[in-house]
């Protein structure tokens, strides 16, 4: 025997012997061989003892067993304990058992491959928050982690196999998950992030974002489905807080136009006609620009490139017959064209100019940004490179202009149009007399 294990074996390897279990066990302690040989029968240990002795303490290496029994039952019984061939010393030639070693050690490879592969699958399924499940084409369980079976109330995950949702869930719930995984099998297509109500038997309830995808077997062929499924019943109560304060917001914004509306209306209604005076044509003003507020929202849609030196002289033309007459220069003088809302622009460039002292020169400077132009429109001796500009950034905390005829509302319209533009609007702390504003406009 030993004779043909020596011509046996590959060349690579060489061949150490013993006579007992006792030495076996001494040669270990200091060794590790690629494969280990062995009879059943040993002056010290016979029968599954030998392999049961062998075993735990040759983990990770090969046992071939050498037995003159040629009985199946013993075979099979060898394989159980830890065999990785059993070999009938009298059947056993020379190519067979170098292919028998050859074939265990690769055997063995493969299977501590696998076993690593398992104990990755088995701790992150283990110990991951979300429910992983994995099921048949009937939409039975084959395997669920911990995490599911705590959601459907069965101590051992083992515990749930061949079982369906109709056992844990809501029938609705149920029937919605087996159409779902239907669908998944016929197209082999996933369904990627579904945000779902799942409702246990018991009526307890919860939201989830699930993803589900084909299980496919080695040839290919779907044979399930497998899934994962993450709580996001915090998440979907705070989406819904949150949409139900934006509703509430969006019913202020509503009546705070209408109010406004209203508001300007009761003005026109208590101006007396064909007045001239200079406190009904601040009224008149007053009522202008509440009804532009209050319709704000509906003009900001359509977006163009706008020539601003134009829009500037238009709008010198529209305040002529209230005798606002200014000289304005454009700094640079080929003034680069910003985008937005003509109409609302428009209303901008006048509100601004109101502001400016009669008969005065106007500066209009523009400063490239990442991504906008910064626009300074001011009178020529309002303020210099020190200048600070006070953000507005709410209604009512507008900053004062000292010396004009600035209000509240004109200066609130001001801020609202560019901040529908995504810009911001300041006005400078400027000496007295003098006006000076600033904002931004994409490029």
Not at 399 to 425: E, Y
């Amino acid at each position: 025997m030993r004779e043909l294990v020596s011509v046996s074996i590959p060349e690579e390897h060489e061949l150490e012997g013993v006579d007992c279990m006792t030495d076996a066990l001494s040669f270990l302690q200091k060794n590790r061989p690629d494969v280990i040989l062995t009879d059943l029968s040993l002056p010290d240990v016979s029968g599954m003892e030998t392999l049961h002795t062998l075993s735990p303490r040759a983990k990770g290496i090969p046992i071939i067993v050498l037995s003159g029994y040629d009985d199946e039952k013993t075979s099979i019984d060898a394989l159980r304990a830890g065999a990785q061939d059993y070999l009938v010393k009298g059947e056993v030639s020379s190519h067979l058992l170098r292919h028998a070693v050859r074939y265990s050690m690769e055997r063995k490879r493969l299977d501590e491959a696998l076993e690593t592969e398992r104990n990755l699958v088995d701790s992150l399924l283990e110990n991951i928050p979300d429910r992983v499940f994995f099921k048949d084409q009937n939409s039975r369980y084959l395997r669920i982690n911990r995490a599911m079976a705590a959601v459907i109330g069965v101590e051992d995950p083992f515990d749930s196999i061949g079982q369906s949702d109709h056992e844990f869930f809501s029938t609705e719930h149920a029937d919605a998950a087996r159409s779902d995984e239907e669908s998944v099998m016929e197209s082999g297509q996933p369904l990627i992030g579904r945000v779902e109500r799942e409702v246990l038997a018991g009526g307890e309830d919860c939201w989830v974002l699930t993803t589900k995808l084909p299980l496919t077997n080695a040839a290919g062929e779907t044979v399930g489905t497998f899934g994962i499924s993450r709580d996001i019943t915090q998440f979907k109560e705070t989406e819904e807080e949150l949409e139900k304060a934006l509703e509430k917001n969006r019913q202020l914004a509503e009546d705070l136009k209408q109010l406004a509306h209203l508001a300007a209306n009761e003005i026109n209604l208590c101006l007396p006609a064909n007045s001239k005076n200079k406190q009904t044509e601040r009224l008149r003003l007053a009522s202008e620009r509440l009804h532009q507020i209050a319709h704000l929202e509906r003009q900001t849609e359509h977006r163009e490139k706008i020539d601003l030196p134009e829009l500037i002289a238009e709008a010198e033309i529209r305040l002529k017959d209230s005798g606002n007459s200014h000289q304005i220069l454009f700094r640079p003088e080929q003034f680069p064209e910003i985008v937005g809302n003509r109409e609302l622009i428009s209303h901008l460039i006048v509100e601004i100019i109101r502001h400016f002292k009669k008969d005065t020169q106007c500066t209009v400077t523009a400063n490239e940004l990442p991504d906008a132009w910064e626009i300074t429109v001011a009178e020529h001796d309002a303020f210099d490179g020190d200048t600070t500009f006070v953000r507005s950034e709410a209604l009512g905390t507008e900053p004062p202009i000292s010396g004009t005829d600035a209000n509240i509302l004109s200066l609130a319209l001001c801020r609202k149009i560019i901040g529908l533009h995504g810009g911001v609007f300041s006005v400078a702390k400027t000496s007295p007399g003098s006006a000076a504003f600033r904002f931004t406009l994409t490029n």
